[in-house]
């Protein structure tokens, strides 16, 4: 369609002018033929003719030759940080260019879409980590609103574990970092999975130990029968870890746990910078008490958590144990695996 001279040279004052057209054209033979407009802006430069065009401006690769004349790409990336829209068209061979840059309305979209794409990356992070320590049912229960993680804190019945490779501090010592490391994740891929599996919510990873707290999940069992199967899982997958080690030829460790059940204050502490889910209480104490006591492949667990797994109490034995920080001995009930059962 031809249009007069006088709508031509409006179009250019208004529509194109204000836009900073640059263009380039390639010939035949995809190498570049000229060129005009104020091409460094768009971080093109400083351009060469008769060299390949897609070395120059590599944002062409995958379209030239051209298929289909015209072709109208809006807000393509030339450069780091810079967008046009771009005008490609076929005409006896050659290919013709037109860069123009973005409006304001353009600007403002491709900004709004910057920002939703950021906050989508961010939101994936933070449901992956999420995931990860405090797994997939408390995620999705909180955001559904069927469980709410107070501030204020509240007090809540729970059962509260706590699991650690028993002498992992002294093969650190004597082993280097990337063995250790590469040991301490293999006993922590044992270990995390049976607690998320019974839907306890990781409240700790520290080092060579981990915490988890059942209840804050509200499901058919009771906490204290959530926190003996998970520990009776962790002993039957570290009992497999080891075996594969073995066959590996390095070294094994083993691994004790402690369970308390009772109430907690549960809530959300920190400061303004940093915020995380905790558990405070006796509860938490003694559970690090009993799994300080606890032997090799053993579970060791306190009268309220006894008294609740009655499918299990068979298998418990009763003894008397002296804790940290308690002047008076107190009744435990010690869960043994043999080691390789």
């Known amino acids: 369609m031809w249009l007069p001279e006088e709508l031509l040279v409006h179009l250019m004052e208004n529509c194109v002018e204000d836009r900073n057209p640059a263009y380039l054209v390639a010939d035949r033979d995809d190498r570049l033929e000229g060129y005009?407009?104020?091409?460094a802006l768009y971080g093109l430069g400083p351009l060469k003719e008769r060299a390949p065009i897609l070395d120059q401006a590599p944002f062409l690769t995958g379209l030239l030759p051209l298929k289909q004349s015209p072709l109208v790409l809006p807000c393509v990336q030339i450069d780091e940080g810079m967008h046009a829209d771009v005008h490609i068209v076929r005409q006896a061979g050659r290919h013709f260019v037109l860069l123009l840059s973005l409006t304001d309305e353009e600007l403002r979209q491709r900004h709004l879409y910057e920002e939703a794409n950021e906050s989508t990356i961010l939101y994936e992070k933070h449901a992956r980590i999420m995931d990860q320590y405090l797994g997939k049912e408390l995620v999705q229960a909180l955001g559904e609103g069927r469980i709410q993680l107070l501030e204020s804190g509240e007090r809540r019945q729970v059962s509260i574990l706590f699991a650690d490779i028993r002498g992992f501090t002294s093969f650190s010592e004597t082993n280097p970092p990337e063995v250790v490391f590469a040991t301490l994740n293999r006993y922590l891929d044992a270990m995390i999975p049976p607690l998320l599996e019974e839907s306890a919510v990781m409240d700790k990873i520290m080092g060579d130990a981990v915490m988890g707290v059942f209840g804050i999940l509200t499901l058919s069992v009771s906490p204290p029968h959530q926190a003996v199967v998970a520990g009776m899982k962790i002993l039957s997958a570290v009992n497999d870890?080891?075996?594969?080690?073995?066959?590996?030829?390095?070294?094994?460790?083993?691994v004790g746990i402690g369970i308390s059940s009772g109430p907690v204050a549960v809530g959300i502490l920190g400061s303004t910078a940093r915020k995380s889910f905790s558990v405070v209480g006796h509860h938490v104490n003694l559970a690090a008490r009993l799994q300080e006591k606890a032997e090799s492949l053993e579970i060791l667990v306190d009268e309220n958590t006894f008294r609740e797994v009655v499918a299990f109490q068979q298998g418990f034995r009763e003894r008397?144990?002296?804790?940290?920080g308690l002047a008076d001995e107190v009744r435990v009930y010690a869960y043994r695996m043999a080691a390789g059962a």
């Open 241 to 254: 870890l080891n075996r594969q080690l073995e066959q590996e030829g390095r070294p094994v460790l083993s």
């Open 320 to 324: 008397t144990a002296t804790l940290k």
């Open 36 to 39: 005009g407009g104020d091409c």
